[in-house]
C-alpha cells in the first residue's frame, strides 16, 4: 500500500494474530517515531517495547492501576484480558519539561501523539496491527514506575502491535472518509 493509499485508508483493530516486528521492522517503527514534528527538537518522548517475555510484568502494572483506582473486579478483569489481547505493546511516555518557554507542555505532548501516530504507520506500512490504549491505565503507579516517568511525565499511549489474525491483510476502511462537515477554507 503507498502512503497515501494508508494514510486515507488505516483502521485499528483489537484483534491480533501472534507474530511480531522481527528487530529490523521494529527498528523501522521507532525511527519513524523519531522523526514526528517536534518543536525545539526535544524529543519529548521515551518508548518502551514490551515483549512477549514481558507480558507477565505487564499484566501485574495493569491490574495494580485497576486496584489502585478501585476498579473492582471488572477492572481487573479487564487488565488481565488487556495484557492478553496483542503480542507486542509499546509504551509512549511524553518527557515534558516545564522551563522550556518557547515549547510549552502541549506542543511536547502534541508531538508525543504524532510520534505515536508515526509508529502505528509504520507498523501497518509493515503488514502489522495495531491500536492506541490510554484510558486509566496510563495513570497507574507501577506502569509509571516501570516505564521511568518522572513527575510531569504522561504516558500518552500503549500501542498494541502485532499480525493481523486471519492472513497476512492488515484492517482498512473500505472507503475514504467525507471531509466535507471538517474543512473550511479562506479564499
Ligand atoms: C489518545 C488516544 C487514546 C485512546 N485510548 C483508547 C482506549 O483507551 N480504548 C479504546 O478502545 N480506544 C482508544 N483510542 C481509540 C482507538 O485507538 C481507535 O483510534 C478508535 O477505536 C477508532 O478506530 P480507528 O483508528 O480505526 O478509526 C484512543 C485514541 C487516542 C488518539
Redesign the pocket.
Known amino acids: 500500500m503507498n502512503a497515501l493509499d494508508l494514510l486515507q485508508h488505516?483502521?485499528?483493530?483489537?484483534k491480533f494474530g501472534a507474530n511480531v516486528p522481527n528487530q529490523q521492522q521494529l527498528d523501522a517503527i521507532l525511527k519513524a517515531g523519531l522523526r514526528a514534528p517536534d518543536h525545539g527538537r526535544l524529543k519529548p518522548y521515551h518508548f518502551v517495547v514490551i515483549e512477549q517475555s514481558g507480558m507477565e510484568k505487564y499484566r501485574g502494572y495493569l491490574e495494580q492501576a485497576a486496584k489502585e483506582q478501585d476498579l473492582g473486579d471488572e477492572g481487573i478483569a479487564k487488565a488481565h484480558k488487556l495484557s492478553q489481547r496483542a503480542p507486542m505493546v509499546i509504551g509512549v511516555v511524553a518527557k515534558i519539561a516545564k522551563d522550556i518557554a518557547k515549547v510549552p507542555a502541549w506542543e511536547q505532548m502534541l508531538t508525543a501523539?504524532c510520534a505515536?501516530?508515526a509508529m502505528q504507520l509504520a507498523a501497518n506500512a509493515q503488514g502489522f496491527e495495531t491500536?492506541?490504549?490510554?484510558?486509566k491505565?496510563v495513570n497507574g503507579s507501577a506502569l509509571r514506575e516501570a516505564f521511568g516517568c518522572r513527575e510531569f511525565d504522561k504516558i500518552?499511549?500503549?500501542v498494541l502491535i502485532g499480525s493481523p489474525q486471519d492472513g497476512t491483510e492488515i484492517?482498512t476502511?473500505s472507503q475514504t472518509e467525507e471531509i466535507g462537515d471538517f474543512v473550511s477554507y479562506i479564499r
Open positions: 488505516r483502521r485499528s483493530t483489537k501523539g505515536t501516530y491500536c492506541w490504549i490510554s484510558n491505565w500518552v499511549a500503549l484492517t476502511a
